[in-house]
């Protein structure tokens, strides 16, 4: 290439840089062209939430362009948030989550700690296998659980079934695993000299923990609270399995079974509950965006 | 007090012997270097002192106390690693401060000391910095700092300059001695650089195999090295072995290098060396200092000898250069001025007032 | 090691040493105390209810008598039950594939363009993967329905004749890959492009100065760095898709006439809905031995890096 722009002369050469960045330039309309394609492939459910949560029922049975809002209103959001079980899935869903990723992250990060730093008889043999319970998947569980829930209502007489709260016993089946299989990744990046110093400073195992060992693995913890928070927000099928009640239900359950009486779809409010409830993550994603896709990229990419 | 001692230290992993049996007696206020390849047991022995490390045998006392079972912090030592390991997440004065945190002493204790550290070490307005925010040899000194501002009865240093540049290294190496004679704390300081041990120690324990070869002031290891390996680990060219004989003719004793090349051996080495006269596997153990051109004004034990350069390295205040006598590398220390040039013949001096002979099938300096 | 020696203190090499045995014994045990509860959890709700699935599935609906292997023979005479296996390795075959070359284009593109914008446009194209996927499926489901489909009306203005995407079969099918490819893409995209990120630029010009072209360049330099990369990613993805439940259910519910029935859904429909206990249990299980196969990948693959490192 560059003997044949040299024997073309001088000026051939600038005309060859030309192309150069011109087939650049193209490259890169394409690109941005493509992307904005696949926007509106990935973002056109979520738009479509919007638009027609926004709208009268009235107009969503008008057959009128779906993809605009005529009359825009917010009575749905108003019908939604004042109406009692919405706001009761809502509560659920808030309280599980919230002490499923209590419960997670102290379950995980101590158990991390102990695999990554302190080893014991059997401990390589569970780091392993706490990464292949996270590929169990819950399809596989729900009717065992069931049937074991049975048994221990006529064994104990305590009932698990139809409650919330046997949500944050069932839910830490998914996310401690992965958890702990993070946090095992990022404590073991930690130098090895950095415990020893604090052994040395005088530090017990817990201090060493709880001063040096959390504060320099913050990120992978914000990291592992995500997923745990996202992964107990989202579940489905437990809460569908195990919970009947509307008092006892959890948002994704919720919107589906409460608002679609029979045949009759209120497009209105199951969408602008869909889009309540997707809110929360959400939310999240858009402030820790980093922390999310650390999260993400975190299991395949340590150990 | 805070003298250390060791006795018949064994550290096994699984069944391999890193350290096969150490005595060591490590006086107060002593700087004590242990140096030898990677792999020689001084790092390991270094954490057992800190009891980073079980001891698979023998006893270890700190001032006096066996501390065998003494959990680490309970030793009153202190310790600067090769990587520094300060905690990222606290800020220097933190990082200075927190094992007299944990040891509950008063906060205006622990503001004291922390600013006579910093005071020492010259890093009082890095206090409120992050270690991100701190170049390599200021964080040295914060690491140093950690261990100073516990006033510890022993100083441990692994390989404490080895992350730093050349340059660095040698300035850092000098602030170390210096602040060593501000606080006077017995230390024990591992590497693998001779110099270093050399530079810093009053007394150098040299290492081979997980057992010490020799313990000595540098210029008693320098200059009397108990064994080939010390004799050729330290100095710099190292020193040159050539394979010799022995021969004795009329009561005179001469090393034979070569056919062609034989020097008499210096007069108050006889009655030593006599015994070995005809042994095989001898070697000369001479150091490139003590083979230089030759001068008009001869001293006694000196001899002059014709040779091949090999290769000539200019060196600015001297050349070294290189040749072979009976199939091993020799190297000589010429002045740059004296016409060292390679593939040309040259006329050398040894001075044998220096030689080592060593018996290459014990590996003992004879 | 420790435990072994701190059982037997009679044994050991003097009075000093004891103590010290126990200390590293404490800690062990301090160690393995730590890690109690993630065991417990483990083996009381994951590891036992595996194992009693197995038995459950030896029951008869009842779950009053041992029927050996009956549920499966039951199940094999059924037709309903070949075609929820076939449509489950259709359905997962099809949208790992899809969802892998999805991924790698749009991880392209987005690597292509100046390092400023990319955070924004990554930050966009995740967001279906965000969305609690009961919540996005219902979003689809309101696209597709029936009667007021949004895709539908934008079709029309081509000429296309409405799509009955729930009604018949095969668009049942096509609409449920659909969705699980709109869903799961983002996340492979994420994975590729952190590990076209990890590619050295320097690379790619010891390629142009090799005279590779775009294509080649691809092909010889980016895939291979990225093998192991986008081998990880699709066996998980296999592994999620396979087991799916929530876009199947909210979807289609396994309709038309059980023909989008993957064995998540269906093992629900004849367990917990159709009240046959034993007989879902046997059809979850038959996600076994896929499931098996790509964890062992997986695990041999982590074992080897665990071990280069």
């Known amino acids: ?64 362009n779906p993809w605009w809002i005529y009359n825009p209103t ?109 946090m095992i990744g990022y404590f073991a990046s930690i130098p090895k000299e950095l415990d020893e110093a604090a052994l040395i400073d005088g530090a017990t195992w817990t201090q060493t923990l709880t001063k040096i060992f959390i504060p320099v693995a913050l990120p992978g913890i914000i990291a592992a609270t995500i997923f745990a928070f996202t992964v107990s927000w989202a579940q489905f099928l437990y809460p569908l399995a195990f919970t009947t009640s509307a008092t006892e239900l959890v948002l994704p359950v919720g919107i589906i079974t409460t608002l679609i009486k029979g045949d009759v779809f209120n497009w209105g409010q199951i969408m602008t509950g869909a889009l309540l409830g997707a809110a929360p993550p959400l939310v999240i994603y858009a402030f820790l965006m980093d922390y999310y896709i650390a999260g993400l990229t975190a299991g395949a990419t340590k150990g | 007090m805070a003298q250390v001692t060791l006795r018949k230290i064994v550290k096994k992993y699984d069944e391999v012997l890193a350290v096969r049996g150490i005595d060591l007696d490590i006086v107060d206020k002593e700087f004590l270097v242990l140096v030898g390849p990677s792999g020689c047991g001084k790092s390991t022995t270094l954490r057992m002192i800190a009891g980073l490390e079980e001891i698979s045998g023998g006893d270890i006392e700190i001032g006096g106390h066996v501390v065998n079972d003494v959990p680490p912090k309970d030793r009153d030592i202190a310790m600067v690693f090769q990587n520094y390991a300060l905690y ?78 050349a340059k660095l290294r040698v300035q850092m190496r000098t602030e170390i001695k210096k602040v060593h004679q501000k606080v006077r704390t017995t230390t024990v300081y591992v590497t693998h650089d001779q110099i270093e041990a050399m530079t810093l120690a009053d007394r150098v324990v040299v290492m081979n195999a997980g057992l010490i070869e020799q313990v000595g002031t540098p210029n008693d290891l320098y200059h009397s090295p108990a064994t080939k390996f010390v004799a050729g680990f330290i100095g710099s060219p190292a020193m040159n072995f050539i394979p010799c004989q022995l021969e004795q003719a009329a009561g005179a004793l001469s090393v034979r290098l070569s056919d062609k090349l034989s020097f008499p051996v210096p007069s108050d080495r006889t009655a030593r ?46 050349t070294l250069i290189y040749f072979t006598i009976g199939g091993a590398d020799v190297c000589g220390r010429v002045n740059p001025n004296a016409g060292a040039m390679s593939g040309k013949a040259m006329k050398l001096r040894a001075d044998l007032s220096n030689m080592h002979l060593i018996d290459d099938s014990t590996g003992k300096v004879l | 090691m420790a435990d072994i020696a701190a059982r037997s203190p009679t044994v050991s090499m003097g009075d000093n040493r004891s103590s010290l045995h126990k200390l590293m014994q404490r800690k062990s045990t301090i160690a393995f105390l730590m890690a109690l509860p993630l065991i417990l959890l483990v083996l009381i709700l994951v590891a036992y209810p595996a194992g009693y699935a197995v038995y459950l599935a030896t029951l008869n609906k009842g779950m009053t008598r041992f029927v050996g292997f009956g549920n499966f023979e039951f199940l094999f005479g059924r037709e309903t039950f070949w075609m929820v296996v076939y449509q489950s390795c259709l359905f997962a075959i099809t ?116 005279g590779a072209t775009w294509w080649q360049r691809i092909w010889f330099v980016t895939l291979p760095m990225m093998r192991n990369i986008i081998a990880i990613t699709a066996l998980f993805s296999l592994i999620v898709t396979f087991a799916n439940f929530d876009i199947v259910r909210v979807l289609t519910a396994g309709g038309p006439l059980n023909s989008t029935h993957i064995f998540g859904t269906w093992a629900f429909r004849v367990g917990i809905e159709g009240g046959d206990i034993p007989l879902g249990a046997a059809v979850s299980l038959f996600m076994v031995p896929i499931l098996a196969v790509a964890a062992t990948f997986i695990l041999r693959d982590i074992t080897k890096r665990g071990s280069e490192v």
Request: overall charge neutral; charged content about 15%.
């Open chain 1, 74 to 182: 917010l009575e749905n959001y108003i019908e939604l948030l004042t109406q009692n079980h919405y706001l009761t899935f809502f509560r659920n869903s808030a309280i599980v989550s919230v002490c499923v990723v209590a419960v997670t992250m102290v379950i995980s990060v101590i158990a991390a700690f102990a695999l990554a730093r302190m080893k014991f008889w059997g401990s390589a043999t569970l780091a392993t296998g706490v990464f292949l319970t996270y590929l169990i998947p819950e399809t596989l569980l729900f009717i065992p659980l069931f049937k074991m829930f049975a048994w221990v209502n006529e064994t104990f007489g305590i009932q698990l079934m139809n409650h919330w709260w046997t949500l944050i016993i069932l839910y830490p089946t998914l996310t401690v695993p992965f958890c702990t299989w993070i």
């Open chain 1, 1 to 64: 290439m560059a003997n044949t722009a040299i024997a073309a002369g001088a000026t051939a050469r600038p005309l060859k840089y030309g192309s150069m960045s011109r087939d650049r330039r193209w490259a890169l309309r394409w690109s941005y062209f493509f992307l904005v394609l696949f926007a509106i492939f990935f973002l056109m459910p979520p738009i479509y939430m919007l638009i027609t949560s926004l709208k009268t029922s009235a107009e969503i049975s008008a057959a009128t």
């Open chain 2, 273 to 318: 060396y006599a015994s070995h006269a005809g042994k095989a596997n001898l070697v000369l153990g001479l150091r490139p200092e003590h083979i230089a051109e030759t001068r008009p004004h001869t001293e006694a034990n000196q001899h002059d000898f014709d040779m091949m350069i090999d290769v000539d390295e200019p060196m600015g205040m001297e």
């Open chain 2, 88 to 165: 990222p997440h606290m800020n220097v004065y933190e990082n200075m401060s927190f094992g007299l945190k944990l040891k509950k002493t008063p906060k205006d204790e622990i503001d004291r000391r922390v600013k006579q550290a910093a005071g020492i070490l010259d890093i009082t307005e890095l206090l409120d910095r992050k270690p991100k925010q701190l170049s390599g040899g200021q964080r040295q000194r914060v690491a140093m700092g950690r261990a100073i501002v516990r006033d510890p009865k022993v100083f441990l240093f692994d390989e404490p300059l080895s992350n730093l540049d």
């Open chain 3, 95 to 210: 949208a790992v594939i899809f969802k892998a070359i999805i991924g790698f284009v749009v991880a392209h593109f987005v690597h292509n363009i100046p390092s400023k914008g990319q955070r924004k446009w990554r930050g966009m194209l995740l967001v279906p993967w965000v969305i609690p996927p009961a919540m996005s499926t219902l979003a689809w489901l309101w696209l597709f329905d029936p009667s007021y489909s949004a895709i539908n009306w934008i079709l029309a203005h081509f000429g296309i004749a409405g799509i009955p995407w729930t009604g018949e079969t095969d668009w049942a099918r096509f609409s449920v890959i659909l969705v699980n490819v709109w869903i799961g893409s983002p996340f492979f995209m994420i994975m590729y492009l952190a590990a076209l990120k990890s590619v050295p630029e320097q690379l790619y010009e010891a390629a142009s100065i090799d």
